[in-house]
């Protein structure tokens, strides 16, 4: 088909002619020219992320990929040979995990049949992952069924996987770069990929549930035990609290629900559904022959149910689930691993949260980690109530109507409270927020709305705030200086970041900031990393992170000498006595013990030295 047919045909279709094509090809069509403004006439080359973009992509999506890979694994086992590709999307259409055959790499890539390629279809046009995002619906876009002429060579086929709230989580597409001019030729392709999301959607829940009773299903008792169609989550009173989609289209038939609407069947009992009470739960348990297992949904169609019991809860401590990635970037000692538990535990509910620790310590890190494993849909929105003059805080932070007071913005403006609707606020500095606007933020906190600046209006907001400080806020309360009752209100959980000099992972830290700040792999030479490792960081993560961008951008090879650390290092005054320690230290690679006989010395009064002048020990 030449260019012009093709884009005729989309035009013809458009203003709603008859066609061949399927009506969700027919549908993302009208997407790309309606909402995305596409034009058929103008090939668009595939876009493929930039390392770093995809590698953030793959770390959000971490869980879901290992969950899925077993499963990815088994299906490119069963079409290796054909030429298909396989590809697993994000539910922004970033393809973050890929099978493909090594040999056709540049072809796949130039096809954007690979990692980090960008299927959206506001960018793409009609293609299998974008139409599957928008329809939510296992479907095969085959060649010039493409928007864009770029892809029609292509056939890919796609279907959804949904996570056990019922959201679309990520996508799996199988694409061929050539295919058979039918369309029919991949049904087979259809029947896999919807078979493996089923299955991934299926580990899915068993991973995600330990207290709870699983409840697989099937239509008919052969697969029931092996490969069921569907399952649900119960908890002990009979409420739905997890489901795969096979089980939530079935949950909502029964009720003559729209299974697109999860919050109509998650937290309801399951007895609105099904002829089951959670008592009836142990008689459908492998004990039992499978065509006993029988169930009625409320529509008249009859199951084949099993039921799995949760695990007892052992008294011991059960194993900890694993961090939500965005933690586990924080750090790596046993002390903090027990600190980053405890903060999954809290990103998990909307408690509020203080952090408190010396500047520089990494408390907006730890907030921003929080809200990206809290998984609220809301952005995350911070301010520093130090930095901000007391006169402009409070239309800052609430928000302000048209006119409200001289210089007011004419259109009136947002406030940080409002943009926060839905996420996080995280107000750094807290102790320093004016006694007038913590009166203020107390009332937004306990009324859950926001009055902006002159208005009349009050606006509900859900927010979640995590505060931070650097000052001791409960002696602050006690000179009056903080109010007691916004104290308590925030002080709900509690996280304490260490100060650098006390962190047993110092070098890990650096190796992980170092790698920020060069392109090419650096090394630090050994006194270089015993000067670093000596210093005391008043400024602590800060301080480091500076310290090693400056070193980064001086060095001119590979290397990190002594003299690329910024001066303090290599002694700004050379004659100071801790200067001279601190060379003397780094010229014996940090070991106390070879600086004590260089010295003529023993070992303790190289250590009262280097207590009394704030110089840290080795490692
Ligand atoms: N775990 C970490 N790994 C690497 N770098 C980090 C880590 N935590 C913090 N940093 C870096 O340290 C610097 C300070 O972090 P952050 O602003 O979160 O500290 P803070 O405690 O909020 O500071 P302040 O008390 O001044 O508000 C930033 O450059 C940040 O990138």
Redesign the pocket.
Known sequence: MSTAEHVREIETAWRGGTSGRDPYVIQSWRRCLDEYHLDPAVNCEAVILPEGRLKEHRQQSEELINIARSGLERLFGHVSGQNYVLLLTNRQGIAVEYFGDPRHERDLRKAGLYLGADWAEARAGTCAVGACIATGEALTIHQTDHFDMTHTPLSCTAAPIYDTTGALSAVLDISLLSSPREKISQSLARHLVTTTTRRIELANLMAQTSRQWVLRFALSPEFLDVDPEGAIAIDHSGRIVGMTNAAARMLAQAAGLDWRQPEMLLGQKVSQFLNLEVDGLPNLTRGRPTHERVLRARDGRMLFAHAIEPPPRSRARPPSAPLPPALR???QTPEINQLLEKAARFARTTLPVC?H???????????RALHAASGLKGQFVAM?CAAIPETLAEAELFGHVPGAFTGAAPKGRKGLVEAANGGTLFL??IGDMPLILQTRLLRVLAEQEVQPLGGNNPLPVQIRVIS?S?RDLAALVAEGRFREDLYYRLHAATLT?PPLRERADFDW?VE??LA?HSPTQRRLTPAAWAALRAHHWPG???E???CLAAASALCEDDEITLSDLPETFSGGDPDSEAAQLRAALAQCQGNVSALARRLGVDRTTVHRRMRRLHLKRHG
């Open positions: 970037e924080i750090g952090i620790g010396e500047t520089g310590t990494g408390k907006e890190v730890m907030a520093n750094d500095e931070a650097h970041l830290l992980r900031l920020r602590n993560l800060r480091l992170d500076h």
